[in-house]
């Protein structure tokens, strides 16, 4: 079965960039993009990119433009999403999540808590 | 992208039917078939419920049925139960290779 495993908590200082990983198994990794998406402390759902693991296409969200970049790495399953110049309002879970079927977010991982504070 | 409009919070009392709306523009959810909903347990990952407008995922309950007139999506679940208690988004594709998800609905059971 799928499983996307993500690593771990992080804080972070204004300014500063954060990365977080999703390993991937339990289906074709190249076969299914992989989105990331992130909710604030009570605030809803944000769509933040999209990568393609065949050919590493990536598409980001207008708000993230110059600031997000997401990666994978075939060998070891991974993607990866590097936030930069992190503001406080940046504080969020952020998820990646498989689109297994067209246009749909069908598995998602356990969420990554990201903290910006000085 | 401007997020999806819904209604902040739904309720009603187990058994009932209730609707959550999703409104989006010509853009996003009038262009395309292709409005998702998930279930969110706070402190969970969300569940997707609907895809594709209408379809559901093996696994989730038929009480949950999805539909879409002109620019809005509308999550219907009948025979209410307590485990529906979550918050629920609507998701739509937005042209371009983009995503917007919706403002999200409290779902309460009475």
């Known amino acids: 079965q799928v499983h996307l495993v993500q690593s771990g908590a992080e804080v972070k200082r204004p300014g500063a960039s954060v990365m977080v990983s999703c390993e991937a198994s339990g289906y074709t990794f190249i076969s299914y993009y992989m989105h990331w998406v992130r909710q604030a402390p009570g605030q809803g759902l944000e769509w933040v990119g999209v990568v393609n693991p065949s050919d590493g296409t990536r598409n980001y969200a207008q708000n993230f433009q110059g600031r997000v970049t997401m990666s994978r790495d075939t060998s070891t399953r991974t993607v990866y999403m590097e936030l930069s110049s992190l503001k406080s309002d940046d504080t969020a879970v952020y998820y990646c999540?498989?689109?297994?079927?067209?246009?749909?977010?069908?598995?998602w991982g356990q969420g990554t808590l990201v903290t910006v504070s000085s | 992208q401007s997020a999806l409009t819904q209604p902040a919070s739904v309720s009603g009392s187990p058994g009932q039917s209730i609707t959550i709306s999703c409104t989006g523009t010509?853009?996003?959810?009038?262009?395309?078939?292709?409005v998702s909903w998930y279930q969110h347990h706070p402190g969970k990952a969300p569940k997707l419920m609907i895809y594709e407008g209408s379809k559901r995922p093996s696994g989730v309950s038929n009480r949950f049925s999805g539909s879409k007139s002109g620019n809005t999506a509308s999550l219907t679940i009948s025979g209410l139960q307590a485990e529906d208690e979550a918050d629920y988004y609507c998701?739509?594709?937005?042209?371009?290779?983009?995503?917007?998800f919706g403002t999200g609905t409290e779902v309460t059971v009475l």
């Open positions: 998701c739509s594709f937005a042209g371009s290779a983009t995503y917007v």
């Open positions: 010509s853009s996003d959810v009038g262009s395309y078939n292709l």
């Open positions: 999540t498989l689109e297994y079927s067209r246009s749909s977010f069908d598995y």
